[in-house]
């Protein structure tokens, strides 16, 4: 059985006292869904807002002095945002897991676009270096394509294209937890945080 998910990049959660998150080794990958807990939401809003966690330039107003809204800041106020992750597919059969490389973001998906619909192949970030090509009627997964002896999954493009349309309802799910989330644990930046999230993985906001 194949599974696609997309999944953010978690860093250090250890030590963290703004809100509620739950325990996660570092730099390890949480599947963005409806069925995340409270925690899990917390967690997933912290990594993004800790992929965006950076000293204002001149054209951004100063940090906050409040630790609250020093840790936003970069979230609420940047133009472009990142979320570090982005699809992992496992082949469960087979036991082979394609993961996002390194600096490849959830909101770069849409090359995967490219995949099915278009060129044929796309790549997804370095170390490991995971490689897509559509070969006819299929696309084969390399895991690392820097490695002459990495493992590949191979699915049907329909399937593909099937598992990629479950994706973004994931996402679409998981942002309809975000806006709830924030109006209790962060009720006066909701609705600025819950927006930003939605820009950073490439989503729309939920309405209402």
């Known amino acids: 059985m194949i599974i696609l998910q997309p999944v953010l990049e ?15 080794e570092p730099y390890d990958f949480l599947p963005l869904s409806g069925a995340l807990s409270p925690a899990e939401v917390g967690t997933a809003v912290m990594a993004i807002a800790a992929c965006n966690d950076c000293e204002p330039d001149d054209g951004r107003p100063p940090r906050p002095a409040d630790p609250l809204g020093a840790f936003l800041h970069g979230l609420l106020t940047m133009d472009d945002l990142f979320a570090s992750g982005g699809l992992r597919v496992t082949d469960s059969v087979h036991g082979t897991t394609l993961v996002p490389g390194c600096c490849n973001g959830i ?79 962060i009720p006066d930046h909701a609705e600025a945080t819950t927006a930003a999230v939605a820009r950073a993985l490439a989503v729309p906001a939920p309405v209402g």
Do not use: K, N, Y
């Open 10 to 24: 978690v860093g250090q959660c250890r030590g963290f006292t703004l809100w509620p998150v739950a325990e996660a």
């Open 107 to 185: 909101d770069e998906r849409s090359d995967w676009a490219v995949v099915v619909d278009g060129s044929g192949s796309a790549s997804f970030g370095h170390d490991p270096s995971p490689f897509a090509e559509r070969l006819d009627g299929r696309v084969r997964l390399t895991v690392d394509a820097e490695r002459d002896d990495s493992p590949v999954i191979e699915l049907p493009v329909t399937e593909l294209r099937r598992q990629l349309s479950h994706a973004e309802r994931d996402l679409a799910d998981f942002m309809r937890l975000v806006g709830p989330w924030a109006s209790r644990h």
